[in-house]
């Protein structure tokens, strides 16, 4: 059992920077590939980053070039440093864990998610 909780969301003005967070519970932490969605008002959620285990990052082409995803293993945490922030980028954002244990089997887990506003 993992549990995800996000932090560092907030209001910020277009062109600006933030930071979230995402902290994780459990055990076996780096098993996990880690990622991070949005879901905007009346959207569907999207992924935003993710990365995995070997260290392969994908991101949406939305934000390539501007946000930027990383871990540290040894804190259990995960980061989404997001760079030239728009007002499109306003969605909560959500972390997420997933890890693959068989062809059958697969580990998913959610946080609650954190709002990012992007306005002037």
């Known amino acids: 059992q993992v549990q995800l909780v996000e932090s560092g969301g907030g209001l910020v003005q277009p062109g600006g920077s933030l930071r979230l967070s995402c902290a994780a519970s459990g055990r076996d932490f780096s098993a996990y590939a880690m990622a991070w969605y949005r879901q905007a008002p009346g959207k569907q959620r999207e992924l935003v980053a993710r990365?995995?285990?070997?260290?392969?990052?994908n991101y949406a082409v939305s934000v390539k070039g501007r946000f930027t995803i990383s871990r540290d293993n040894a804190k259990n945490t995960v980061y989404l440093q997001m760079n030239s922030l728009k007002p499109e980028d306003t969605a909560v954002y959500y972390c997420?864990?997933?890890?693959?244990?068989?062809?059958?089997?697969?580990?998913?887990?959610w946080g609650q998610g954190t709002q990012v506003t992007v306005s002037s």
């Open positions: 990365l995995s285990t070997n260290g392969n990052t």
């Open positions: 997420n864990a997933d890890r693959v244990l068989s062809p059958t089997v697969k580990w998913n887990y």
